[in-house]
Every structure is written in structure tokens, then in C-alpha cells.
């Protein structure tokens, strides 16, 4: 077996620095890899750390003496040694191995886990003979996870990459407008109409110039009846134009009213879909703001702006096709400012694109912490935290400022710049078409048909590069959209689901293993429950107890193994199907805004009101429902304002009721209220469990008493099965929980009694 030596490192204060590791390193030596490890030996936490290098493994760790210094150890690279990366219950460990065994150990948690398969990569790969020499890595300054190359994002933050949205993501909204292809198309040749009436007065500007105001100029007698019908002319087609305009307006604007709400509805029913694990990687604040502004926004684009892009794009297509059929040149002479301008357009689009997706996250941020502060507002008064929550509201709106200045300064410049080239192309049209006159190559007529023409052209120029703007806000919109409708759930839709009638109620865990993320929280698992028997879950926190029940309701899927009800696995179930037979009492229960009647029918709308009432009187809530000024119309507050724990509970308990379900999980139910209330809750689980499959889990273990068996878990694994009487006898693993929980019931019972001093009346001090 190989031998490391260690070596007392002076001066280092126990702190891993690059500079220590740096005094360690030989000539020529080269760093590949680096890990920093936060956890000794005893799991206390302490600084230490890692160098792989081209020769040897060195390790800073600290001494076992709390006054002792730091000590090195190092370990040629020899064939046989190896790296194994594991984690458990939030805690990772590496392990250097030989072929006679484990050399060493390192513990962390993790924050780390990223560094750590880094580390371990790069030292599987250590024989490779061009090895790149890896850098530090840029760490998250959050969370301490390695940020991705040219990144500034941390996915384990943000759990998302941002890429740049690209304006080709527009087109992704064809398929909402899929069903009103022929109000679209109705809308187009409406538009198109319009356009080509606003383009009929430049035109009958040439012979009224050219045939009645030059010649009248030259003594000539003005005809009454040509200028009549120019001026009805005239007229005519702005009537045309107003009717078609209005017409094309009111359709287009109704049709992208229900593209945008069809987009709404589609990302909302597929963000319903989803698995938790989606949910608990994004904030609140920023998916509603996804489905609110951002489809308001799309709407507005479709409705507007996008509709005046392509009025533009007809516009400037149809001038410049009567500009060169009047008059080629003078036509050339107009178009001298686009390459600029289209040169401007593409410099300026990718810094918008870029730029609007940002403020679209930072307006995320600034939702989030309105969404956190307002349904808290309680705790936030509680604590009296109201200065703090408002300094957190202000400094999201102050990056929300910085963000959107430094857009705007790229913005300023780009408007007045094809403004500046507009009017530069049309000092050129005035200077060639002088010339061309003086030539006789053109008349006035034609100068001022062009003139006005060329007005019209610029002037939608000018919009269609301030729609620029526009389109990237809308681009970064409905890419933020489409990130959520690319998002599979985890828990998919079997392909050709088992029919689900009846079931009996038996769950069957088989070899269960499940990751939360790099995190192992369940391994290798089995129990067998049977139809109408009560498990009691029991453990410390984070042995997996609420992951288990999580994995039975699928909320996520197993890793490994399988869940089978009934002996069919769950995944060939509809998620649907299965869960209707499932009720669920949770320790903070969930209560919408509306009725205790509708709150009670949420998982069965349908029901009578006798129906209400019966699983209200079974959940011993009827009496204090009545008592309400409505009963059971009385409004309930958001999240259940207005009603005790107790009393949320209870209702809970009615809805769970009111489904009559096969299976029934109960989390922590009666953990957060009085002794008193407890006992009226438990009254209405004993009615509740009565002839169903139940799964308690429960930190006061004498509410589990009557559990047929109890299951007890501990670092993701079942230690023990067995009634309480039985797991006492054995005096394990629940007879250590048993016995730490009676002991702090003693405790807290022994504080509780009046200490009487000698010489006191005890009348006078407890009237003190």
C-alpha cells in the first residue's frame, strides 16, 4: 500500500491559498485540476483542498488538534490509483483508492459536487500525454458552483441558460395562427388595398402641377373640370384608404387578440403539466410575468407593430416601384441612404436582442420579489422587516434602471442616426432632380411627385428601423415563452396508458432509488404495503420520508426500481387516473381564494352541497363553519386568511373526504397546531383512514400509535419495520427516536413547573 507524508504547512491559518499550494509545486510542475473540500474528517466544517498536477496528488488538510497546523499530503500518479465520487443526504465524498484499499478521504457538501466531477475527470484523464491545463475555475458567488465557460449565468441558480433569442422565433407563432388563416389573408389583401389607395394623391400631384398650376402660372385659363375630377381624385382615394385601413385594422387586431390569448392558455396548460422539479427551479414572479407581459407584449407586436412592418414593407415596395417607372435615375438617387441605414440596423440588432432579454429577467426579478413580499406580508410584518423588503424591492428596480439605461444609450443613438441619414438622401433627391430640370430631363411635376413620394418613403423607412426595437422586445418575449412550452415533464404521459377503474389499494416499492439532481436522497428501497393497512413513516429530517410519499403520488419518478399499484407499475397509469384515487392532507394545507364550499369541492366540483356537508361533519368542521357569517358561502382570505391552522386543516381534511380516496398520504397533518386541535383533528383522520390505504408520516410519534406497522428511515434507506411495540422491544433505531422524544417532553414539561423558593408564600408569588 502507498504511504503518504504529511507535512505541517506554517503559517497557512488554515485556509487553502493558491500561494500555499504554490510553494509545494517543483520546477516544470504543472496544475491540471483543483478542488476546494469545506468538511474534515468529524463532517465539522473546515477549510482544505486539492491540486492534481502532471506528477502527484497533493492534498491541504487540516490537523486533527484544534491548535495544530494545517498539514500537506501528496500521492504519485501511479496506474493503480483511483478516484471514486459518491454523495449522500446532501454530503459528497471523494475517495482516493489502490488496489489494497481506500488511501483517503475527503468529505464536502454540495455546493462543491460540480468541482468535485470536474476534479475527478480530470484525474481519470490523467494519462492522456497532451493534457490541457485547466484553469481555476469562475465560481457562482451565490451558491459557489462552477460557472459555465464565457458565462455569467449559473445554471444551478438559475437552473437555465440564456441564449440570445433570435427574431426567427416569431415565426414559431405561425402555428397559433394556424386557425385564422383566412381572416389573416382576408386582412392581407385589405391592407393591401389601402396601401396602394394612400399611394394614388403623390401620383395625381404630377398633372395637377404639370397641367393646371404651371400653366395657369403662364397665363393660361385654369380648367374647372379637370381639377374637379383630380380633387375627387383625391378624395376618392383617401376615402378608399380610411374604409380598407379601418377594415384591415379591426380584423388583424382580433385575430392577434386571440393568437395572444391561445398562446396563453397553451403555455399555461402545458406549465400545469409539468413536474414539481420544474417549479422548484424557477420563481414565481418570473413565470407569471412570462405568461402576463410577455404574451401582452406579443399581442401588441402582432396587433400593431407588426402590422405596420408589413404595411411599411408594401409601402416602400410599391414607391419604389412607381419611383423607377417615373423616372430611373432620380429613383437611384433616392436610395442612396439604405446600405447605411441597413448597416446601422444589423449593428444595432444584436446588441437590442441581447439587451431586451436581459430586462426581461431583471423585470422577472422585480416581479419575484412582489410575488415573495405580498402573500408573506404577514411574516414581513411579523419581523418587522418592512425596511428590508422594501431596500429588496429597490434594488431589483435599480438593476431593472441600469439595465434598461444601458440600452437606451444604444437606442438614442440609433433613431437620430437614420433620421440624420434620411435627411441626407433627401438633400440629394432635391439637388439631383434641380439638375435634372435645368436639363429639361424631368419637369416640376415630376420633382414634386417624387418629393412626395420620397416623403412617404423615408418617413417609413424611419418606422421600419424604430421597429427594430419592437421586434427584438417581441422576439425576447416569446422566446422566454417558448422556453417553457420546449420543457418536457419529467413525469411523462404513458403512450398506451392502463385503464384505471377500481383498485384495491397495495403498493409494492421495489429496489426505489431516486436523485435530486447529483444528490442521492433514496437507495435501493423496498416495502410491500397492503390494501387498507396504515404505514407510519418515522425518521430524522432529510431521511427521505416526504420524497417517498412524493415518489407514490409521482410527483417525481423513481430513479430506479419501480412503484407498482395493485402490481402495475405507476408510469403505465395517466397521472390524472391515478391521482384521483389518491388524497393528500399536507402540514401547511393550500386554500383557495372563494368559498369554504368550493374549497371543500375543489377535487370534485361536481358535488352536491349535501355531499359539502356530510365530509365537513366527518373532518368536525361543520360546527365552525356555520359559525361563520356566510357558513359555507363565507369567503376565504388568500392562502386561507381569516381561518386558524386548525380550522384550515379541517377543511383540508373535508376536501381529502370529499373524494373518497383509496389511498390517503397524511404529511405532518396535525404537527402545527394545539393540543386541543390536534385532538379534533385526529378525530376527523380517524374517520379518514377508516377502511383506506394510509401513509402518516409524523415527528410526534405518539400520533402513529395506531399505524398497523411502523416504517423508519434513515439516510434514504428503511432501517426497520415493525408495530411500536415490537420496534421498542428491539430497542433500535425507533426506540432511540422514541426515547430522545420522551426525554424532551420531560424537559419541557420540568420547565414548565413554578420553582418556589424557601420562605416565599406561595399565594403572594403566584401573584407575582
Given at each position: 500500500m502507498q504511504h503518504s507524508h504529511p507535512v505541517a504547512l506554517a503559517g497557512a491559518g488554515g485556509v487553502p491559498a493558491v500561494e500555499a499550494f504554490e510553494t509545494r509545486l517543483r520546477r516544470g510542475e504543472n496544475v491540471r485540476a483543483s478542488l476546494e473540500v469545506d468538511l474534515d474528517g468529524r463532517l465539522r466544517f473546515s477549510a482544505g483542498g486539492l491540486r492534481l498536477t502532471d506528477q502527484r496528488l497533493l492534498s491541504l488538510e487540516a490537523s486533527g488538534d484544534p491548535d495544530g497546523a494545517p498539514v500537506f499530503r501528496e500521492w504519485p500518479l501511479t496506474p493503480d490509483l483511483t478516484l471514486v465520487l459518491s454523495d449522500h443526504a446532501g454530503l459528497g465524498a471523494l475517495e482516493l483508492m489502490d488496489a489494497d484499499g481506500r488511501l483517503a478521504q475527503w468529505r464536502f457538501t454540495m455546493k462543491a459536487n460540480l468541482q468535485a466531477q470536474r476534479f475527478q475527470d480530470a484525474f481519470n484523464r490523467r494519462d492522456e500525454v497532451e493534457a490541457r491545463l485547466e484553469e481555476e475555475p469562475e465560481l457562482c458567488p451565490s451558491c459557489q458552483a462552477v460557472l459555465p465557460e464565457d458565462s455569467e449565468e449559473c445554471p444551478s441558480c438559475a437552473r437555465e441558460l440564456h441564449t440570445p433569442p433570435s427574431t426567427w422565433v416569431l415565426l414559431r407563432l405561425w402555428r397559433f395562427a394556424g386557425p385564422y388563416r383566412g381572416q389573416l389573408l382576408l386582412g392581407f389583401l385589405l391592407m393591401l388595398g389601402a396601401t396602394g389607395a394612400t399611394l394614388v394623391a403623390p401620383y395625381l400631384a404630377m398633372p395637377l402641377m404639370d397641367d393646371v398650376l404651371i400653366p395657369f402660372q403662364q397665363g393660361k385659363q385654369i380648367d374647372t373640370g379637370l381639377v374637379l375630377m383630380y380633387l375627387g381624385g383625391l378624395f376618392g382615394a383617401a376615402i378608399v384608404s380610411w374604409i380598407l385601413g379601418w377594415a384591415k385594422t379591426y380584423i388583424l387586431a382580433l385575430v392577434s387578440e386571440r393568437i395572444a390569448a391561445d398562446l396563453r392558455t397553451a403555455t399555461f396548460d402545458h406549465l400545469l403539466g409539468l413536474s414539481l422539479e420544474y417549479f422548484g427551479s424557477k420563481r414565481t414572479g418570473d413565470l407569471m410575468s412570462r405568461i402576463g407581459s410577455e404574451t401582452d407584449r406579443i399581442s401588441v407586436f402582432l396587433s400593431l407593430h407588426a402590422l405596420d412592418f408589413i404595411t411599411d414593407c408594401l409601402m416602400l415596395a410599391m414607391i419604389t416601384a412607381i419611383l423607377f417607372h417615373t423616372n430611373p435615375w432620380l429613383a437611384l438617387a433616392t436610395l442612396v441612404p439604405l446600405p447605411f441605414i441597413a448597416w446601422l440596423i444589423h449593428l444595432v440588432r444584436d446588441r437590442l436582442r441581447t439587451g431586451f432579454e436581459k430586462i426581461d429577467r431583471v423585470w422577472g426579478e422585480v416581479t419575484s420579489v412582489?410575488?415573495?413580499?405580498?402573500?408573506?406580508?404577514?411574516?414581513?410584518?411579523?419581523?418587522?422587516?418592512?425596511?428590508?423588503?422594501?431596500?429588496?424591492?429597490?434594488?431589483?428596480?435599480?438593476?431593472?434602471?441600469?439595465?434598461?439605461?444601458?440600452?437606451?444609450?444604444?437606442?438614442?443613438?440609433?433613431?437620430?442616426?437614420?433620421?440624420?441619414?434620411?435627411?441626407?438622401?433627401?438633400?440629394?433627391?432635391?439637388?439631383?432632380?434641380?439638375?435634372?430640370?435645368?436639363?429639361?430631363?424631368?419637369?416640376?411635376?415630376?420633382?414634386?411627385?417624387?418629393?412626395?413620394?420620397?416623403?412617404?418613403?423615408?418617413?417609413?423607412?424611419?418606422?421600419?428601423?424604430?421597429?427594430?426595437?419592437?421586434?427584438?422586445?417581441?422576439?425576447?418575449?416569446?422566446?422566454?415563452?417558448?422556453?417553457?412550452?420546449?420543457?418536457?415533464?419529467?413525469?411523462?404521459?404513458?403512450?398506451?396508458?392502463?385503464?384505471?377503474?377500481?383498485?384495491?389499494?397495495?403498493?409494492?416499492?421495489?429496489?426505489?432509488?431516486?436523485?435530486?439532481?447529483n444528490r442521492t436522497v433514496i437507495r435501493d428501497l423496498n416495502l410491500e404495503i397492503k390494501p387498507g393497512e396504515m404505514i407510519g413513516l418515522v425518521g430524522h429530517s432529510g431521511s427521505g420520508k416526504s420524497t417517498m410519499v412524493n415518489l407514490i403520488c409521482r410527483f417525481y419518478d423513481v430513479t430506479e426500481g419501480a412503484i407498482k399499484l395493485d402490481g402495475v407499475d405507476l408510469r403505465r397509469f395517466r397521472l390524472a387516473d391515478f391521482r384521483r384515487h389518491i388524497g393528500l392532507v399536507l402540514q401547511e394545507p393550500f386554500l383557495f381564494f372563494g368559498t369554504i364550499a368550493e374549497n371543500i369541492a375543489y377535487g370534485k366540483p361536481e358535488a352536491t352541497r349535501e355531499e359539502i356537508v356530510a365530509a365537513a361533519r366527518a373532518a368536525h368542521a361543520h360546527e365552525f363553519i356555520l359559525?361563520?357569517?356566510?357558513?359555507?358561502?363565507?369567503?376565504?382570505?388568500?392562502?386561507?386568511?381569516?381561518?386558524?391552522?386548525?380550522?384550515?386543516?379541517?377543511?383540508?381534511?373535508?376536501?381529502?373526504?370529499?373524494?373518497?380516496?383509496?389511498?390517503?398520504?397524511?404529511?405532518?397533518?396535525?404537527?402545527?397546531?394545539?393540543?386541543?386541535?390536534?385532538?379534533?383533528?385526529?378525530?376527523?383522520l380517524d374517520n379518514l383512514i377508516r377502511g383506506r390505504t394510509t401513509i402518516a408520516i409524523a415527528h410526534r410519534l405518539s400520533t402513529l400509535r395506531k399505524a398497523d406497522r411502523l416504517?423508519?428511515?434513515?439516510?434514504?434507506?428503511?432501517?426497520?419495520?415493525?408495530?411500536?411495540?415490537?420496534?421498542?422491544?428491539?430497542?433500535?433505531?425507533?426506540?432511540?427516536?422514541?426515547?430522545?422524544?420522551?426525554?424532551?417532553?420531560?424537559?419541557?414539561?420540568?420547565?414548565?413547573?413554578?420553582?418556589?423558593?424557601?420562605?416565599?408564600?406561595?399565594?403572594?408569588?403566584?401573584?407575582?
Amino acid at each position: 500500500m502507498q504511504h503518504s507524508h504529511p507535512v505541517a504547512l506554517a503559517g497557512a491559518g488554515g485556509v487553502p491559498a493558491v500561494e500555499a499550494f504554490e510553494t509545494r509545486l517543483r520546477r516544470g510542475e504543472n496544475v491540471r485540476a483543483s478542488l476546494e473540500v469545506d468538511l474534515d474528517g468529524r463532517l465539522r466544517f473546515s477549510a482544505g483542498g486539492l491540486r492534481l498536477t502532471d506528477q502527484r496528488l497533493l492534498s491541504l488538510e487540516a490537523s486533527g488538534d484544534p491548535d495544530g497546523a494545517p498539514v500537506f499530503r501528496e500521492w504519485p500518479l501511479t496506474p493503480d490509483l483511483t478516484l471514486v465520487l459518491s454523495d449522500h443526504a446532501g454530503l459528497g465524498a471523494l475517495e482516493l483508492m489502490d488496489a489494497d484499499g481506500r488511501l483517503a478521504q475527503w468529505r464536502f457538501t454540495m455546493k462543491a459536487n460540480l468541482q468535485a466531477q470536474r476534479f475527478q475527470d480530470a484525474f481519470n484523464r490523467r494519462d492522456e500525454v497532451e493534457a490541457r491545463l485547466e484553469e481555476e475555475p469562475e465560481l457562482c458567488p451565490s451558491c459557489q458552483a462552477v460557472l459555465p465557460e464565457d458565462s455569467e449565468e449559473c445554471p444551478s441558480c438559475a437552473r437555465e441558460l440564456h441564449t440570445p433569442p433570435s427574431t426567427w422565433v416569431l415565426l414559431r407563432l405561425w402555428r397559433f395562427a394556424g386557425p385564422y388563416r383566412g381572416q389573416l389573408l382576408l386582412g392581407f389583401l385589405l391592407m393591401l388595398g389601402a396601401t396602394g389607395a394612400t399611394l394614388v394623391a403623390p401620383y395625381l400631384a404630377m398633372p395637377l402641377m404639370d397641367d393646371v398650376l404651371i400653366p395657369f402660372q403662364q397665363g393660361k385659363q385654369i380648367d374647372t373640370g379637370l381639377v374637379l375630377m383630380y380633387l375627387g381624385g383625391l378624395f376618392g382615394a383617401a376615402i378608399v384608404s380610411w374604409i380598407l385601413g379601418w377594415a384591415k385594422t379591426y380584423i388583424l387586431a382580433l385575430v392577434s387578440e386571440r393568437i395572444a390569448a391561445d398562446l396563453r392558455t397553451a403555455t399555461f396548460d402545458h406549465l400545469l403539466g409539468l413536474s414539481l422539479e420544474y417549479f422548484g427551479s424557477k420563481r414565481t414572479g418570473d413565470l407569471m410575468s412570462r405568461i402576463g407581459s410577455e404574451t401582452d407584449r406579443i399581442s401588441v407586436f402582432l396587433s400593431l407593430h407588426a402590422l405596420d412592418f408589413i404595411t411599411d414593407c408594401l409601402m416602400l415596395a410599391m414607391i419604389t416601384a412607381i419611383l423607377f417607372h417615373t423616372n430611373p435615375w432620380l429613383a437611384l438617387a433616392t436610395l442612396v441612404p439604405l446600405p447605411f441605414i441597413a448597416w446601422l440596423i444589423h449593428l444595432v440588432r444584436d446588441r437590442l436582442r441581447t439587451g431586451f432579454e436581459k430586462i426581461d429577467r431583471v423585470w422577472g426579478e422585480v416581479t419575484s420579489v412582489l410575488a415573495d413580499t405580498i402573500p408573506g406580508i404577514r411574516v414581513v410584518k411579523a419581523f418587522a422587516q418592512e425596511r428590508r423588503e422594501a431596500e429588496r424591492f429597490r434594488t431589483a428596480n435599480k438593476h431593472n434602471l441600469v439595465v434598461n439605461d444601458r440600452l437606451n444609450k444604444t437606442w438614442s443613438l440609433f433613431t437620430p442616426s437614420v433620421s440624420l441619414l434620411t435627411e441626407i438622401g433627401l438633400l440629394v433627391v432635391w439637388a439631383f432632380g434641380i439638375w435634372l430640370i435645368a436639363h429639361s430631363q424631368i419637369t416640376v411635376g415630376t420633382l414634386t411627385a417624387f418629393l412626395a413620394y420620397i416623403g412617404r418613403f423615408y418617413s417609413r423607412l424611419d418606422s421600419m428601423s424604430r421597429i427594430v426595437s419592437v421586434t427584438q422586445k417581441a422576439a425576447s418575449g416569446a422566446k422566454r415563452i417558448f422556453d417553457i412550452l420546449d420543457h418536457h415533464s419529467n413525469v411523462p404521459e404513458p403512450a398506451q396508458p392502463v385503464v384505471l377503474d377500481k383498485i384495491e389499494g397495495g403498493l409494492s416499492l421495489q429496489n426505489l432509488g431516486f436523485r435530486y439532481g447529483n444528490r442521492t436522497v433514496i437507495r435501493d428501497l423496498n416495502l410491500e404495503i397492503k390494501p387498507g393497512e396504515m404505514i407510519g413513516l418515522v425518521g430524522h429530517s432529510g431521511s427521505g420520508k416526504s420524497t417517498m410519499v412524493n415518489l407514490i403520488c409521482r410527483f417525481y419518478d423513481v430513479t430506479e426500481g419501480a412503484i407498482k399499484l395493485d402490481g402495475v407499475d405507476l408510469r403505465r397509469f395517466r397521472l390524472a387516473d391515478f391521482r384521483r384515487h389518491i388524497g393528500l392532507v399536507l402540514q401547511e394545507p393550500f386554500l383557495f381564494f372563494g368559498t369554504i364550499a368550493e374549497n371543500i369541492a375543489y377535487g370534485k366540483p361536481e358535488a352536491t352541497r349535501e355531499e359539502i356537508v356530510a365530509a365537513a361533519r366527518a373532518a368536525h368542521a361543520h360546527e365552525f363553519i356555520l359559525r361563520l357569517p356566510q357558513g359555507y358561502d363565507s369567503l376565504v382570505g388568500e392562502r386561507g386568511q381569516g381561518l386558524s391552522g386548525g380550522e384550515r386543516q379541517r377543511i383540508s381534511i373535508a376536501r381529502a373526504l370529499l373524494i373518497d380516496p383509496r389511498i390517503l398520504i397524511m404529511d405532518e397533518a396535525t404537527s402545527a397546531v394545539d393540543t386541543e386541535t390536534e385532538k379534533e383533528i385526529q378525530n376527523a383522520l380517524d374517520n379518514l383512514i377508516r377502511g383506506r390505504t394510509t401513509i402518516a408520516i409524523a415527528h410526534r410519534l405518539s400520533t402513529l400509535r395506531k399505524a398497523d406497522r411502523l416504517v423508519v428511515m434513515d439516510r434514504g434507506e428503511i432501517v426497520e419495520v415493525g408495530p411500536h411495540d415490537e420496534l421498542i422491544a428491539k430497542q433500535g433505531a425507533y426506540w432511540r427516536l422514541w426515547e430522545a422524544q420522551a426525554r424532551r417532553v420531560d424537559a419541557e414539561e420540568q420547565d414548565n413547573v413554578v420553582v418556589v423558593a424557601p420562605n416565599v408564600n406561595v399565594h403572594t408569588a403566584t401573584q407575582a
